[in-house]
């Protein structure tokens, strides 16, 4: 038996859909996961940081075909792109997990026996309104008569299939006793109580199986039926750790005997991971020692950052101007845990400026300069300290660090960050009050200089101790700048005074170059731009595909406003011997009776759809010069009503 002489931690990131889309957003968790890893590894745990990929389920089986490719081809390929961004990320995980592979396969199988044994999965019917993209099971009330996802506003399909269960209701008293007696186990606490509610509310069993794709686990008992993705996703933090195999060391050191288990996940998430997971555990009879971390969303200013609407950034963007480090930093800083934060290259600048290029990047550069300046880059430790000011910027650190670890071992990293940043800005300020320049002047006040240069050499060796998670890279940079040993960048050195003799670098590299922010718009706007061409440019079509397209002159004899709404106009038009009746939203460009006696162009052949209960069966044609104009395209010479081609 392995004797264990370590504290453990285990951190998991949600596994990502395979469809190819890690934005800064999902990244986002990837990084702060990371950052918690880094953080623990500092802190002497033995930690083990799990990410992967979740690649079974209709909408990946449907993402395949339209690819023209085999799903396995397809996951494999999308998996393989995804580690490489990790590591262009500079990410740390210990594994990556694809839900495909057999180590987790064969596992979620026997989990899936097990369960069906003990009768906490049971065979039954399922119907409902099924969305493809979430992967989800709406209710009436939720979809409503358009059958409409409430979470993504795509149609919903209707499902009538064999379905297996699981049990819920009969663990939902034992879930809120776990929630009560451990009061952090979901933070932060108004998505614990979120959780409480909705399981008060009484929980309905959760279909765990389908029928209708193939691209799943196989039921072993029963093949027709696949494993519905999320008792396969969730079981992938334990399989990875060996679990249900002959050799579940991992899962042992990591889980059974672990010191901290936590998994990350947003908050669109959340009940699956507080809810129907611990469920899943306790009917495993598998102790439930996560800790459950719940994050919200990085929002552009659109809001969500979406295909459609052409606002989604991916890390490259950011990275191959502005470089890895300051990605990094501005998430985990502007990310508080449980609430959303935005992205926008404005504010993104304004941090790199202020925070990266001056306070932190002023402090390395100033300190360093005058080390080399005023002692040809030696600092030693004082004997005694003379100015009261010393006293304080020391005490002031000791205090940063110990809030700084509170914050951090509890995933608010924003709040440890604006801790270390008052340390910095504190440092900056020493600078100011103790004036070296003018007490280099002086040889009598060496001794005060020294002092000076050793405090504020000491205050940049825990700075860069402590950013080290996040923005590992840079802290390497000021540590070896400032030539502090390895010994001296140790946990248990993370205090006030360790060093005793050092000799800086001479010459070093700016860490983070002042950006002009006026150019930097420029280029964003010239960028968007581009991009918004590119989300309006449609694929090119033949004459074939246009000779479909019926366009006849049409007379309006009739246009009025719809009812309760700012943007609809109904039509009666002419068209050769039949009136039609179109509905067109161009309500806020005309008023309806400047356009009665119009001759205008209209799609003839067009599927009637009703809007908003009237019929409307054709399109008034209309043409934009700006995004805020619309005009409807008239037709001059009064002839017969003849088909346009
Ligand atoms: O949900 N900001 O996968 P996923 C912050 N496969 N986080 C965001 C975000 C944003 N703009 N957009 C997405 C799944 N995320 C499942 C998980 S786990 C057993 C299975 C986060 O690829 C989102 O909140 O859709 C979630 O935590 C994660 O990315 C994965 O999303």
Redesign the pocket.
């Known amino acids: 038996m392995e004797v264990k002489n370590k504290k453990t931690c285990y951190v998991t990131?949600?596994?990502?859909?395979s469809?190819g889309?890690v934005?800064?957003?999902?990244s986002?968790?990837t990084i702060a996961c990371d950052v918690f890893a880094r953080y623990y590894r500092f802190k002497g745990y033995d930690t083990f940081y799990l990410t992967g990929m979740?690649e079974h389920g209709l909408k990946i089986e449907e993402a395949a075909k339209k690819a023209g490719k085999d799903p396995q081809d397809f996951v494999n390929q999308i998996a393989k792109e995804t580690k490489l961004l990790w590591k262009e990320l500079n990410i740390s995980n210990d594994d990556f997990i694809q839900t495909s592979e057999l180590r987790h396969t064969k596992v979620v199988q026997q989990i899936f026996e097990q369960l069906l044994q003990n009768g906490d999965i049971y065979l039954g019917y399922y119907e409902g309104d099924y969305c493809v993209s979430c992967e989800a099971f709406f209710t009436k009330t939720q979809v409503g008569e358009e059958g409409i996802c409430p979470d993504c506003g795509k149609p919903t399909r209707k499902v009538k299939e064999e379905s297996y269960f699981l049990r819920l209701k009969k663990y939902s008293a034992r879930l809120l006793k776990h929630i009560a007696d451990n009061p952090d186990f979901i933070q932060p606490e108004s998505r614990r109580n979120e959780v409480v509610s909705f399981v008060e509310q009484g929980l309905e069993d959760l279909c765990v199986s389908r029928t209708s794709f193939k691209w799943g686990i196989p039921v072993l008992s029963n093949p027709k039926h696949v494993v519905y993705?999320?008792i396969d996703?969730?079981c992938?933090?334990i399989t990875a750790l060996g679990y249900g195999t002959n050799n579940p060391a991992l899962f042992e050191k990591y889980w059974l005997k672990g010191d901290t288990v936590a998994h990350v996940?947003?908050?669109?998430?959340l009940r699956?991971?507080a809810i129907f997971w611990p469920i899943i555990l306790m009917a495993l009879n598998i102790p439930l020692n996560f800790k459950l971390y719940v994050?919200?969303?990085?929002?552009m200013k659109e809001g969500?950052?979406s295909k459609s609407v052409g606002n989604i950034v991916f890390p490259r963007d950011v990275t191959s101007r502005y470089g890895l480090d300051s990605l990094r930093y501005y998430l985990v800083r502007e990310m508080p845990l449980g609430n959303d934060c935005l992205f926008s290259y404005d504010r993104f600048v304004e941090r790199y400026n202020t925070d990266l290029a001056n306070d932190l990047g002023n402090l390395v550069s100033r300190t360093i300069a005058m080390i080399n300046k005023y002692f040809k880059g030696y600092v030693i430790k004082p004997e005694q300290i003379l100015n009261p000011i010393s006293v304080e910027l020391s005490k002031f650190a000791s205090e940063t660090i110990e809030k700084y670890q509170d914050y951090f071992a509890n995933f608010r990293f924003q709040n440890g960050l604006i801790e270390v940043w008052n340390l910095i800005n504190r440092a900056n300020k020493y600078i100011d009050e103790t004036s070296p320049w003018v007490l280099a002047k002086d040889e009598t006040k060496k001794e005060e200089l020294n002092e000076v240069m050793y405090h504020l050499y000491e205050s940049l060796r825990l700075i860069a101790m402590m950013i080290s998670p996040v923005i590992p890279g840079t802290a390497e940079t000021i540590l070896s700048n400032l030539n502090v040993s390895y010994a001296n960048r140790a946990w248990n050195k993370l205090v006030f005074g360790v060093t005793t003799r050092e000799k800086v670098q001479e010459k070093i590299e700016v860490l983070f170059k002042r950006l002009d922010v006026l150019e930097e718009q420029k280029y964003h706007q010239n960028k968007t731009a581009k991009a918004e061409n590119k989300v309006n440019a449609k694929a090119e079509i033949t004459i074939t595909d246009f000779e479909k397209v019926d366009i006849r002159v049409g007379e309006i004899l009739e246009a009025n406003k719809m009812e309760g709404s700012d943007k609809l106009l109904i039509f009666k038009i002419k068209i050769e011997d039949s009136v039609r009746q179109i509905i067109s939203g161009i309500a806020q460009f005309y008023q309806p009776q400047e356009l009665v006696g119009k001759r205008v162009l209209v799609v003839a052949n067009l599927k009637p759809v009703t809007i908003r209960g009237h019929l409307s069966e054709g399109m008034i044609l209309t043409a934009s010069s700006s995004k805020d104009s619309l005009e409807i395209i008239q037709v001059m010479k009064e002839n017969s009503f003849a088909k346009i081609s």
């Open positions: 990131t949600p596994i990502y859909y469809s889309n934005h800064i957003g999902n986002y968790t979740d993705v999320w996703a969730l992938n933090y996940v947003g908050k669109d998430i699956f991971h994050h919200g969303w990085v929002l969500k950052m």
